[in-house]
């Protein structure tokens, strides 16, 4: 935003200029690109960690990518459940 204070030479009257840029429409697409990455790069990470725990599936890359953080909780919750009962 810029401001500009003056004075009007032909007159005794002070004036206020403000002019803006507006970002708004440019926030909102680089929130949108931002989440686009994140959710492609945690979607290939928990990918590698399920190949890595010899678990990987189609279901699993599924629920990593749509359900992204739940999907991987839920990923955990059963290889948790999986590891108790091979481990009994």
Known sequence: MLIDLGYDLN?????????????????P???FIGFAIYATL???WATINAYH????????VLSFAILNV?????YFL???????????
């Not at 005794?12 to 970002?23: A, D, R």
């Not at 290889?79 to 009962?85: A, D, M, S, W």
């Open 70 to 74: 739940v999907g991987y909780l839920l």
């Open 78 to 88: 059963v290889g948790n459940r999986v590891q108790t009962k091979t481990i009994s």
């Open 42 to 44: 945690f979607t290939i």
């Open 11 to 27: 007159s005794t009257n002070w004036y206020v200029q403000i002019e803006s840029k507006k970002l708004f429409a440019f926030i």
């Open 53 to 60: 725990h010899r678990r990987l599936n189609a279901g699993w």
């Open 29 to 31: 697409f680089i929130s």
